[in-house]
């Protein structure tokens, strides 16, 4: 059976690139047809307002229809002998405006400058056919380029002489070729800029998608790298109890099982709820919740573990305070900093837990007599699946992944999270979330000090 190479599909990173550059294209030709329309409509409007300009100055210069004092055409009434002028002489005295007339019953051509642009007959045929004037755009003498406008006249339904008038075109052609000039010069530059900008454009618009896609990564990277060694235990334990005929041994392979699991459960539950705060920008319910409530549920529920290792733990006495936010959240930060400090406490240590309120801030202390952290430990806390050297070496349980959840609810709700530590002396972290302030500007009733 022969095999199929299929193409290999592209990355996140790829799919990103690629998608990139198509927005930037999308960007850049949706403004060079926006700018191509705009400067084709305005160059028309130009060259259409150049025309109108023209048509009104020539009308204005065109003979009267009774005047008769022209040179007819093509004839010299000067005395003495014939004298032909040099072109460029000609060229030189034009006028700025040349005025004639075609009488049609003469079958005759008027002008006082026979050495010029007019007649122009095409121009009058054209106009005594169609019975309406035109301006047409001439090559006249030296290649110069010439307006030629020309309007009939009609008595009684017979034409009778077509007037005309003419003017270098020089100056309107040079504006209209310099609008071009600058239009094409315009698009260019849209285009350098269009690229550059969209490209900027599309990469900011792009971040979020980055971002989550990093998360998800992240996310799948964490949990490979997390259930790895549970599973790996769990695989060799059970191998080496199918392996026995001793049920001590089954029954210690069973207990293993159900402690890697619940170890596994424990991480799972963690980086689902990474990965949910990931993408959320706000706390989920905030909604107003008695302070003290929450401490006496989270002090009732830790008491038993700390008495259990011989960790003191001392609690505020009664709060009355409202606070609003995510109160699971909230609840869920203090257990995680509270059982962190019993953790990392020796027997015969404290732990406490003090409650302050400012006016516009709520703020949560957890102080132990533990461990503490190592300097160098400290920048690196909040990392995911972090563990300092002081806690594997003295293989204290955890998965690295409490403080990190611990700073995302903090973020939710707009605070800030702060450890103080020194090495053998104890760990003091502080949590301050903003609160509605009080109307009265007091402090609150019962605030949290021992």
Same mark, same amino acid.
């Given at each position: 059976?022969?095999?199929?190479?299929?193409?290999?599909?592209?990355?996140?990173?790829?799919?990103?690139?690629?998608?990139?550059?198509?927005?930037?294209?999308?960007?850049?030709?949706?403004?060079?047809?926006?700018?191509? !329309?705009?400067?084709? #409509?305005? $160059?028309?409007?130009?060259?259409?307002?150049?025309?109108? @300009? !023209?048509?009104?100055?020539?009308?204005?210069?065109?003979?009267?229809?009774?005047?008769?004092?022209?040179?007819?055409?093509?004839?010299?009434?000067?005395?003495?002998?014939?004298?032909?002028?040099?072109?460029?002489?000609?060229?030189?005295?034009?006028?700025?405006?040349?005025?004639?007339?075609?009488?049609?019953?003469?079958?005759?051509?008027?002008?006082?400058?026979?050495?010029?642009?007019?007649?122009?007959?095409?121009?009058?045929?054209?106009?005594?056919?169609?019975?309406?004037?035109?301006?047409?755009? !001439?090559?006249?003498?030296?290649?110069?380029?010439?307006?030629?406008?020309?309007?009939?006249? #009609?008595?009684?339904?017979?034409?009778?002489?077509?007037?005309?008038?003419?003017?270098? *075109?020089?100056?309107?052609?040079?504006?209209?070729?310099?609008?071009?000039?600058?239009?094409?010069? #315009?698009?260019?530059?849209?285009?350098?800029?269009?690229?550059?900008?969209?490209?900027?454009? *599309?990469?900011?618009?792009?971040?979020?998608?980055?971002?989550?896609?990093?998360?998800?990564?992240?996310?799948?990277? @964490?949990?490979?790298?997390?259930?790895?060694?549970?599973?790996?235990?769990?695989?060799?334990? *059970?191998?080496?109890?199918?392996?026995?005929?001793?049920?001590?041994?089954?029954?210690? *392979?069973?207990?293993?099982?159900?402690?890697?699991?619940?170890?596994?459960?424990?991480?799972?539950?963690?980086?689902?709820?990474?990965?949910?705060? @990931?993408?959320?920008?706000?706390?989920?319910?905030?909604?107003?919740?008695?302070?003290?409530?929450?401490?006496?549920?989270?002090?009732?529920?830790?008491?038993?573990?700390?008495?259990?290792?011989?960790?003191?733990?001392?609690?505020?006495?009664?709060?009355?305070?409202?606070?609003?936010? @995510?109160?699971?959240?909230?609840?869920?930060?203090?257990?995680?900093?509270?059982?962190?400090?019993?953790?990392?406490?020796?027997?015969?240590?404290?732990?406490?837990?003090?409650?302050?309120?400012?006016?516009?801030?709520?703020?949560?202390?957890?102080?132990?007599?533990?461990?503490?952290?190592?300097?160098?430990?400290?920048?690196?806390?909040?990392?995911?699946?972090?563990?300092?050297?002081?806690?594997?070496?003295?293989?204290?349980?955890?998965?690295?992944?409490?403080?990190?959840?611990?700073?995302?609810?903090?973020?939710?709700?707009?605070?800030?999270?702060?450890?103080?530590?020194?090495?053998?002396?104890?760990?003091?972290?502080? !949590?301050?979330?903003?609160?509605?302030?009080?109307?009265?500007? $007091?402090?609150?009733?019962?605030? $949290?000090?021992?």
């Amino acid at each position: 059976m022969r095999g199929i190479l299929r193409p290999r599909r592209p990355g996140i990173e790829g799919y990103l690139r690629a998608t990139r550059w198509r927005l930037t294209l999308s960007y850049t030709g949706i403004l060079l047809v926006t700018t191509l !329309v705009i400067g084709l #409509f305005t $160059g028309w409007s130009l060259r259409h307002q150049v025309v109108q @300009d !023209v048509e009104q100055v020539l009308r204005s210069h065109l003979p009267r229809e009774e005047e008769r004092e022209h040179v007819p055409y093509g004839q010299d009434h000067q005395e003495g002998p014939e004298r032909e002028e040099p072109e460029h002489e000609r060229f030189e005295n034009r006028p700025a405006y040349e005025v004639g007339y075609f009488i049609v019953d003469q079958n005759r051509w008027y002008t006082p400058y026979p050495g010029g642009v007019l007649p122009y007959a095409a121009g009058a045929e054209e106009a005594l056919r169609t019975r309406q004037p035109n301006l047409k755009l !001439v090559t006249g003498p030296a290649a110069v380029p010439f307006y030629v406008y020309s309007e009939p006249t #009609f008595r009684d339904g017979r034409p009778v002489l077509v007037r005309q008038a003419s003017m270098e *075109a020089t100056l309107a052609l040079d504006v209209l070729r310099h609008f071009d000039l600058l239009l094409y010069a #315009f698009l260019i530059l849209a285009t350098l800029f269009a690229l550059a900008g969209g490209y900027v454009l *599309a990469g900011r618009a792009l971040q979020p998608i980055a971002r989550m896609a990093q998360r998800q990564q992240a996310f799948t990277s @964490d949990a490979s790298h997390q259930l790895r060694t549970p599973l790996t235990v769990i695989r060799t334990t *059970a191998e080496l109890a199918l392996g026995s005929g001793n049920p001590e041994e089954w029954r210690e *392979a069973l207990e293993t099982t159900v402690s890697e699991t619940h170890h596994m459960s424990q991480i799972v539950e963690a980086l689902s709820d990474l990965a949910r705060m @990931d993408y959320e920008e706000r706390p989920q319910q905030p909604l107003p919740f008695p302070v003290g409530d929450l401490l006496e549920e989270v002090t009732g529920h830790l008491e038993p573990i700390a008495a259990e290792k011989g960790v003191a733990l001392h609690a505020p006495d009664r709060i009355e305070d409202i606070l609003t936010g @995510d109160r699971h959240r909230i609840r869920q930060l203090l257990l995680i900093l509270l059982e962190n400090a019993i953790k990392y406490t020796p027997a015969g240590g404290r732990v406490l837990l003090a409650y302050r309120r400012n006016n516009r801030q709520a703020v949560f202390t957890i102080r132990d007599t533990g461990i503490g952290i190592p300097p160098e430990d400290l920048p690196h806390v909040f990392e995911r699946f972090y563990r300092g050297r002081q806690a594997q070496k003295e293989q204290i349980p955890g998965s690295g992944l409490g403080l990190a959840i611990a700073r995302e609810i903090v973020r939710l709700h707009g605070g800030t999270i702060e450890i103080d530590s020194e090495p053998g002396t104890g760990t003091t972290v502080t !949590v301050t979330l903003p609160a509605t302030p009080y109307t009265n500007g $007091g402090e609150a009733p019962g605030s $949290g000090k021992n």
